[in-house]
């Protein structure tokens, strides 16, 4: 243990007693002995204080932090990473929905330490019952970030899992805040900036599980507004330059905003509502791409192209304006 680095396990809590118990039991678990793991409540009210306070008593590794108040979701992430041990090392993101599985630290660190350029370690994730993050090489660990963050950007692959990741705790006290407060994406943002100049690690294997329920922001807001969609264009404006020349970049974008008109149509004709236009709206405005009329003209051709082959999801859309 004590040629083992320090590793601080975060987890930021609002309401998280449903799974908590199972979260802190997986790092208990680790294979890996020093690490420390850092629980911040953001002003929980329901059973979440006292769990934490049962299970700081019994492991002393486990510190526990409470917000005064409520703070705003990545605020409250912020707040957590700044809470770890000046001598930690690495630092594994871990919400309070999820859990690791008993080697998922020590292969991480494993690859960190044998590769001084890595960053962050990513690896396969086992989302409800999908196993999330394929398509790298498997003949390979450690990538360059322009490796992971072009593909990604294209809509290739997708082997980042933010929230399942490990990160050099030298670059989280680099960056205050960590997180762009810009973003509910913020984690997706904090890595574009990190592979920007340094090189990503992953564990071809699975070493997380993260929960899918109706109570979590990526059901609640993430995919009922579909934030990626505003977020993403405006991540691909600021970031893309940085991995892209310019006339790849600008493709990439017209290919982007071909599908976001798309979803506006589709989203007009289900009946998804005037919120749901206005957010997207105002990103498009944001990132000065506004559709012209010729724009969605083409957008709704090709949505009548697709029901055209796929009957079905012409079904699809009518159910679900009936149910708007």
């Given at each position: ?6 590793v ?12 908590l ?40 590794r ?45 292969a ?21 019952d ?98 990626i ?96």
């Amino acid at each position: 243990m004590a040629e083992q680095p320090l590793v601080s396990v975060v987890t930021p809590v609002y309401n998280g007693a449903r799974y908590l118990d199972e979260c802190i039991e997986s790092v208990l678990s680790q294979d890996y002995e020093n690490l420390e793991h850092v629980i911040l409540d953001n002003a929980s009210t329901d059973a979440t204080p006292g769990i934490l306070g049962e299970f700081a008593r019994r492991d002393p590794r486990i510190r526990v932090f409470r917000n005064p108040e409520t703070l705003w979701v990545i605020d409250n992430w912020n707040r957590a990473l700044e809470l770890i041990s000046p001598h930690s090392r690495y630092c594994r993101i871990l919400h309070a929905d999820d859990a690791i599985y008993p080697d998922a630290i020590a292969a991480a660190v494993a690859l960190a330490e044998g590769s001084p350029s890595v960053g962050i370690v990513g690896g396969l994730r086992l989302r409800g019952d999908h196993v999330e993050c394929r398509g790298l090489p498997s003949t390979r660990s450690v990538f360059s970030g322009a490796e992971v963050i072009r593909p990604f950007l294209k809509g290739e692959i997708y082997a980042l899992a933010p929230t399942s990741m490990l990160v050099r705790s030298d670059l989280v006290r680099a960056r205050q805040p960590f997180y762009p407060r810009q973003y509910l994406h913020a984690d997706l943002a904090a890595c574009f900036e990190i592979l920007a100049q340094h090189d990503y690690g992953f564990v071809h294997q699975v070493l997380s599980f993260s929960r899918k329920h109706a109570d979590s922001i990526t059901t609640t807001v993430a995919q009922r507004k579909q934030t990626i969609r505003r977020e993403g264009l405006l991540m691909l404006q600021q970031y893309g330059p940085r991995f892209f020349p310019l006339d790849e970049l600008a493709e990439i974008e017209r290919a982007t905003l071909r599908r976001y008109y798309r979803l506006l149509v589709r989203s007009f004709v289900t009946g998804r509502g005037r919120e749901f236009l206005s957010y997207h709206i105002d990103g498009l405005r944001d990132a000065n791409r506004l559709p012209s009329i010729l724009d969605l003209l083409v957008a709704l051709a090709g949505e009548l192209a697709e029901s055209a082959v796929a009957p079905g999801k012409v079904i699809r859309h009518l159910r679900a304006r009936l149910r708007h």
